[in-house]
């Protein structure tokens, strides 16, 4: 019986408080089955080790009317000291978006009210880099880079993974792209017990 990618590694998530997060796979070809097979026997034992031995928190907090989103993102990341943060869940409503479309150097407003459809991205207390879709009455949906001004409309649910333990996220002008682009490090000091 196969397993697919995407179900093992959701398998994986829920199994392991989201340990299959900081897995690499850049090693295998999951083109070749048997090679997956056995990175897949590997990596599940490495996880659920994992899942035991490192030490994670979830950040939730409810954002409330007029609350910016991006601000919020920063706030939280400060206050907690969060070194490498991943957004998991953010529910709600915007009364208005201000969203930077690919190739765009603007931002652009989009008029609400707007349901949240997906809020995802990685942030630190020295960065982030988030993208939002959202979508208005008519259920027309439109996503971008999330840029300040994207102020709560009723409530956003918002819960930040925190890897801080784990892993710092750094930024770094990439030579080919001329961006800062994340740069992960792991913690050197990370204890296995």
Wanted: glycine share 8%; aromatic share 4%; hydrophobic share 40%.
């Amino acid at each position: 019986m196969g397993i697919s990618m995407t179900s093992y590694l959701l398998a994986c998530i829920f199994a392991t408080g989201a340990s299959a997060l900081a897995v690499d796979y850049s090693l295998t070809s999951f083109d070749d089955p048997k090679a997956r097979r056995e990175k897949s026997r590997c990596t599940l034992a490495e996880n659920r080790v994992g899942a035991v031995t490192n030490k994670r928190k979830a950040l939730v907090e409810r954002l409330k009317p007029g609350d910016d989103l991006h601000s919020a993102l920063k706030r939280i990341a400060s206050q907690h000291k969060v070194k490498a943060g991943v957004i998991i869940s953010a529910v709600g409503s915007l009364q208005e978006a201000n969203l930077r479309f690919a190739g765009a150097n603007e931002g652009t407003k989009i008029a609400g009210p707007l349901e949240v459809v997906s809020v995802t991205g990685t942030v630190s207390d020295e960065s982030m880099h988030v993208h939002v879709s959202v979508s208005d009455s008519a259920g027309k949906t439109t996503g971008g880079h999330l840029l300040s001004g994207c102020k709560v409309f009723t409530t956003i649910e918002l819960v930040i993974l925190d890897l801080s333990d784990e892993w710092t996220f750094d930024r770094t002008i990439d030579e080919q792209t001329k961006y800062l682009e994340l740069n992960p490090q792991p913690n050197p000091n990370l204890k296995v017990e």
